[in-house]
């Protein structure tokens, strides 16, 4: 069965400082995908970024990016300029490929990101 | 679209007493998801929809808990009876398959079972 580490329950980071909060998985799989949620005190889940198991380049969408190490089966995600609307649960997760429709998504017990001003 | 909608948005209920929690999936997605958030064991998927039909209801804790999807615009999740330890956040979400997108999230019921 596959499986989500977030070893950091909690981290907090200076505002307009960067920060990174990592994130393990195992799986036997090839084609999968790598996520990380944000969870603000609305408890709306967002999606913040995705990567692809097959791609090679990392992800990157405005400042957050990943470090994903497909070998070492690391995930970690970086924010860089934090902004105190960054202050939420961050919740790494990974899903099987689509070949065959397979739709669990397993999530890791999140880390808490504080923002200090 | 007002994205996914979920009621209601607390309910604390006796334990006992039936409790029903809605959904209403974005239009147009074709897969329904219906996990459960608590301290203890994080996000937990208990059943999926795929075209209205139940596809895994594995994570099911037990017979006291059903969920059911009447048509392409609406999913209830009922618990009876209600246990304290049902106490939790309940989470719908969405997704269209074809577009290969990644599920929308409702904003979550928060049940409490005194």
């Known amino acids: 069965a596959q499986t989500v580490t977030q070893s950091q329950p909690e981290m907090s980071v200076q505002e307009a400082e960067t920060v990174t909060l990592s994130c393990t998985y195992d799986?036997?799989?090839?084609?999968?995908?790598l996520f990380w949620y944000k969870q603000p005190p609305s408890r709306q889940m967002i999606l913040v970024i995705r990567?692809?198991?097959?791609?090679?380049q990392n992800a990157t969408e405005n400042r957050f990016s990943v470090n994903f190490q497909k070998a070492a089966k690391s995930f970690s995600l970086k924010i860089s300029d934090s902004q105190l609307g960054d202050a939420a649960m961050y919740f790494c997760?990974?899903?099987?490929?689509?070949?065959?429709?397979?739709?669990?998504?397993?999530f890791g017990i999140g880390t808490k990101l504080q923002v200090i001003p | 679209d007002a994205g996914v909608i979920q009621s209601p948005r607390h309910e604390v209920t006796e334990m006992g007493q039936e409790v029903t929690l809605r959904c209403k999936p974005i239009?147009?997605?074709?897969?329904l998801f219906w996990y459960r958030q608590t301290m203890m064991r994080g996000l937990e998927l208990l059943i999926y929809?795929?075209?209205?039909?139940?596809?895994?209801d594995s994570g099911m804790p037990e017979d006291r808990f059903s969920a059911k999807m009447p048509n392409a615009s609406f999913s209830t999740l009922k618990i009876q009876p209600s246990e304290p330890r049902d106490s939790a956040v309940y989470f719908c979400?969405?997704?269209?398959?074809?577009?290969?997108?990644?599920?929308?999230f409702g904003q979550g019921t928060r049940l409490t079972v005194v």
């Open positions: 929809f795929n075209n209205n039909v139940p596809i895994d």
């Open positions: 997760a990974y899903r099987r490929g689509n070949s065959g429709g397979y739709q669990k998504v397993t």
């Open positions: 799986t036997s799989e090839s084609d999968y995908y």
């Open positions: 990567q692809e198991a097959y791609k090679q």
């Open positions: 239009s147009g997605h074709d897969y």
């Open positions: 979400a969405s997704r269209q398959g074809q577009a290969n997108t990644e599920a929308f």
